[in-house]
């Protein structure tokens, strides 16, 4: 069964995600380190995790499968999700693939490594209407391409 995991902390599209998770009557799985407000919802679920650096990324890690779709801006969460087998989206809608996550992880260490230099001051681009659209398209597919996945899995299982 396919889970929607939501990297909930920063995440600017929370009710998008929650409108296409209803859509496709999956689990919709908040993960953050404190309580918010969060979208009615039956699919809608949250889990605290305790505070401290990475503990919802940890938490999503070792949870997220094959069939399950994740929603984070975090590379190396990204990275993590991919190398399990689930399908990662950013919230621009720009999805993280498994061919691609070496450039993307030693951009995202050049980037920081500069920012802690004093070489670059500004921080990421700010979040546009666009990128909400971009990421409402990009989900409808990887849903039905997750979903399919979780399937598959489920039958090579039930076979063996």
């Not at 689990?27 to 953050?32: A, G, K, N, Y």
Request: charged share 30%.
């Amino acid at each position: 069964m396919t889970i929607l995991y939501i990297d909930a902390d920063a995440c600017p599209v929370k009710q998008e995600a929650v409108r296409v998770g209803e859509r496709h009557k999956v689990t919709i799985m908040f993960v953050s380190n404190s309580w918010m407000r969060l979208p009615d919802s039956p699919y809608v679920e949250r889990k605290i995790v305790s505070e401290g650096l990475d503990e919802a990324d940890n938490w999503i890690a070792e949870h997220a499968t094959t069939g399950d779709v994740v929603v984070t801006a975090d590379v190396p969460l990204a990275s993590r999700c991919v190398d399990a087998g689930a399908l990662v989206i950013g919230p621009t809608g720009k999805p993280f693939r498994e061919d691609a996550m070496g450039i993307r992880l030693a951009m995202r260490d050049l980037t920081t490594q500069l920012r802690e230099a004093g070489e670059i001051r500004q921080g990421a681009p700010a979040f546009t209407k666009e990128d909400r659209s971009r990421f409402l398209n990009q989900m409808e597919p990887i849903m039905r391409q997750a979903k399919r996945a979780a399937e598959a899995a489920a039958q090579a299982k039930s076979s063996t």
